[in-house]
């Protein structure tokens, strides 16, 4: 069974950072891709970004040049440093790993940006 493990959320200030680490059971390899998903109550479950087994990298635009998403292999670990924090990037942090045909998702983690 494939599991997800995200940690570092927080509450934060508005123009802080937070980095966010998603944790898989599995070679991250074995997967086409991991992604980082955000939702708030009431909302439809949101892309962030997603780096994929070749290394390419995509961002939502309302993130882009503030976080950044890695991976460290030897730890089957994906990061995304988050930077210059706004109140609307308070959500529940949510990361992905996808196969064709399946996608395994982690319980999640709450980010809160507020002063």
């Known amino acids: 069974q494939v599991q997800l493990v995200e940690s570092g959320g927080g509450l934060v200030q508005p123009g802080g950072s937070l980095r966010l680490s998603c944790e898989v059971s599995?070679?991250?390899?074995?997967?086409?891709?991991i992604d980082w998903h955000r939702q708030t109550p009431g909302k439809e479950r949101d892309f962030v970004a997603s780096?994929?087994?070749?290394?390419?990298?995509n961002y939502a635009d309302s993130v882009k040049g503030r976080f950044t998403i890695s991976r460290d292999s030897a730890k089957n670990t994906v990061y995304l440093q988050m930077n210059s924090l706004k109140p609307e990037d308070s959500a529940v942090y949510f990361c992905?790993?996808?196969?064709?045909?399946?996608?395994?998702w982690g319980q999640g983690t709450q980010v809160t940006v507020s002063s």
């Open positions: 780096i994929n087994v070749n290394g390419r990298i």
């Open positions: 992905k790993a996808s196969i064709p045909f399946r996608d395994y």
């Open positions: 599995e070679n991250i390899f074995d997967f086409n891709a």
